[in-house]
């Protein structure tokens, strides 16, 4: 009996590990957006650096030299790629690039919450997080008629669980309770 409750602990803790890092991978592969707010860094040329710039509705931000450089869709490593491709053609010999997400852009709530709007999204957040956010569900809500719109997919409308993982950009809509 007692090798059985450890095996089943050991089985909890490695689906524990193995759900938390696919959660952070998820947030690793992020695709910047409008509204994310990004810093670029140009080690040694403090000129050419941003720090805490919004990516505009058009997908892109400003760089000093090179102008307007379109960033939506692509991961911190492309970004920091298409830069250093960017530097390298006549500007910089040996260009050093750190890109950092600084703000990610907001998660929606509307429906049968208390305060319905935009919040700012953190890493880790769920929709109870979210719904706890937003001052908590009123007295009609339906805990169960819970239903989210990815950023990524706006097609897709899907029905979610409280524990569910949002993305920044997501709307969470708070159904009306019949009873």
Do not use: C, W
Not at 12 to 28: F, G, K, N, R
Not at 113 to 136: C, F, W
């Amino acid at each position: 009996m007692k090798l059985f409750k450890l095996f089943v602990t050991i089985a909890l803790a490695i689906v524990l590990i193995l759900s938390a890092q696919v959660s952070a991978d998820e947030i690793d592969d992020y695709r910047i957006s409008s509204d994310d707010q990004i810093s670029v860094i140009v080690f040694n040329e403090a000129d050419l650096s941003v720090n805490k710039v919004r990516v505009g509705g058009n997908g892109t931000i400003s760089m000093p030299l090179l102008g307007q450089v379109a960033i939506e869709g692509h991961t911190v490593t492309e970004v920091e790629q298409k830069i250093t491709m960017l530097l390298l053609d006549g500007y910089l010999k040996k260009p050093n690039i750190t890109v950092s997400i600084t703000e990610y852009r907001p998660f929606y709530i509307n429906g049968e919450i208390d305060k319905p709007g935009s919040y700012p999204y953190k890493k880790g957040l769920t929709v109870e997080k979210a719904v706890a956010l937003a001052g908590g569900f009123t007295e009609r809500a339906s805990k169960g008629g819970i239903t989210l719109v990815s950023d990524n997919d706006k097609q897709l409308v899907m029905a979610v669980a409280l524990n569910y993982r949002i993305k920044p950009g997501d709307v969470i809509t708070v159904s009306e309770s019949f009873f």
